[in-house]
């Protein structure tokens, strides 16, 4: 009984990573993009979503600061409609006013990303006015031009 060769297991050399075990690496999940806000004729029909209390204070505040309120809620919520309600609520309009809000971020968000991508500009709020306003107008009746409800 000579000294019997033993088997050793292969080793890979240290400069060759190994390779991607594919079959147990799962994929990445993918990014979701936000749907732009759609005024639905359900919504449209409800358009006193907005109270009495809640016109007081958009007037009270106006134009000058319908701008700055939402931005400093939709931009920390990056656009996202539930977020961007919650917040505007914390300003003291209604639940079922602030998501009017929400909508018209989330609608910013899904529609105008590419003009506001570099922060508010001209293109940014052209977009917005043309392709979300028109549906937060109608949700809440607000006047987003003169600042009055």
Known sequence: PGAAAQERPSVRPSSTPPAADTATTPAPAPVPTPAPAVVTAEAAADKARCISSDSGLFTSRGKELFDSDMKGCSTPCWGRD?????????????????????????????NCMWQCMGGENQGCRDCAKNNCRPS??????????DGTA
């Not at 539930?82 to 910013?108: D, H, K, Q």
Request: charged share 15%; net charge neutral.
């Open 136 to 145: 937060f107008e109608a949700c809440t009746g607000f006047n987003t031009e």
């Open 82 to 110: 539930a977020c961007t309600s919650r917040c505007v609520a914390n300003i003291g309009y209604s639940e079922r006013c602030s998501r009017c809000f929400g909508g018209l971020s989330s609608c910013t968000a899904g």
